[in-house]
């Protein structure tokens, strides 16, 4: 487990919205009946909750382009960091174009990824540890190597900050307890303070270990007993829907390699033709936005 300052990114989730339902979403989308959008006036706190944090502030999802607000959302973040230091997060979806110039002006990092790519995997994030992994010490080295914690980044949603944006999200769809108070300077937590978040969540998470992915495309989530019992009480749309498979295939007896795209910097650009913009690699390894210009 990383200190939250180790992070390269914090995210704020503006909202569980998407205009996709890929398999094992890490935002869980699709089990929830009515998605959130986060109000103006929790940016804003989440925004200067931020303030002395020395890296890059990420716009997220879902798809943050949905967000009745986005115009305001961004410039209010630009008014407080210069673009370098804001990231956005999206799949650029065909109705919002209008906003291209708007995320040249703001964005100095985005990350695209509209899963348009084939061979695209995600880990059944709803396979419970607790359930596929019987050995207590076993499953706390998983959790505490967790490649998502010790890669990805820490987030803030309408209900609070967490360590984890997977944390997150299963505090939003489950309904649980929210996060920490989004308070000044509260990302300088380290892995001491993560121990309740985790005996919360992690537990119940299966990004830790060696599972059988599903490629996105299928729009089916692989879930254990405990989560789906969970969800069904909870009225999940897609399980409703029938959109899951219940998971007994066990863990892997060797790692396999997924989704190598991040370096595929044509599908990179592809997704930014859509809105009439090339990508540039930028000093902090993320790609930069900029309007094609007319010759």
């Given at each position: 487990?990383?200190?939250?300052l ?15 339902q ?80 708007l ?28 359930e ?12 505490d ?72 495309s ?5 879930i ?11 009225g ?15 863990l ?7 989704n190598?795209?991040?370096?595929d ?31």
């Open positions: 487990m990383r200190p939250l180790d992070m390269d990114t914090i995210q704020i989730e503006i909202t569980n919205a998407c205009v996709l890929c398999s094992n979403c890490t935002r869980l989308v699709g089990h929830h009946k009515q998605p959130f959008f986060m109000d103006m006036d929790f940016f804003k706190k989440a925004v200067d909750s931020l303030i002395n944090f020395p890296k890059m502030i990420g716009i997220m999802g879902g798809e943050p382009l949905l967000h009745p607000h986005f115009k305001e959302i961004s410039l209010y973040l630009h008014s407080k960091f210069p673009r370098e230091r804001c990231g956005l997060w999206s799949t650029f979806p065909k109705s919002k174009k209008h906003y291209a110039p995320i040249a002006e703001v964005y100095g990092n985005v990350l695209l990824n509209d899963h348009s790519t084939e061979g695209l995997n995600h880990a059944p994030i709803l396979v419970s540890g607790k596929c992994i019987r050995d207590d010490f076993l499953m706390w080295y998983y959790i190597h967790c490649w998502i914690q010790n890669s990805w980044s820490a987030s803030i949603t309408p209900k609070g900050a967490f360590f984890c944006e997977v944390a997150a999200a299963f505090d939003m769809v489950f309904n649980n307890s929210g996060g920490w108070p989004v308070e000044l300077d509260w990302w300088k937590k380290t892995p001491k303070d993560y121990t309740e978040q985790m005996e919360r969540f992690c537990v119940n998470c299966g990004v830790p270990y060696p599972l059988h992915g599903r490629t996105d299928e729009g089916v989530d692989d254990s007993y405990s989560n789906f019992k969970k969800l069904k009480e909870l999940s749309p897609k399980i409703n829907k029938g959109r899951y498979h219940l998971y007994a295939e066990g892997l007896t060797e790692s396999v390699q997924y190598n795209f991040r370096n910097y044509d599908y990179f650009n592809r997704i930014a033709a859509k809105y009439d913009m090339h990508l540039k690699q930028n000093k902090r390894g993320y790609l930069q936005p900029f309007l094609k210009r007319p010759c």
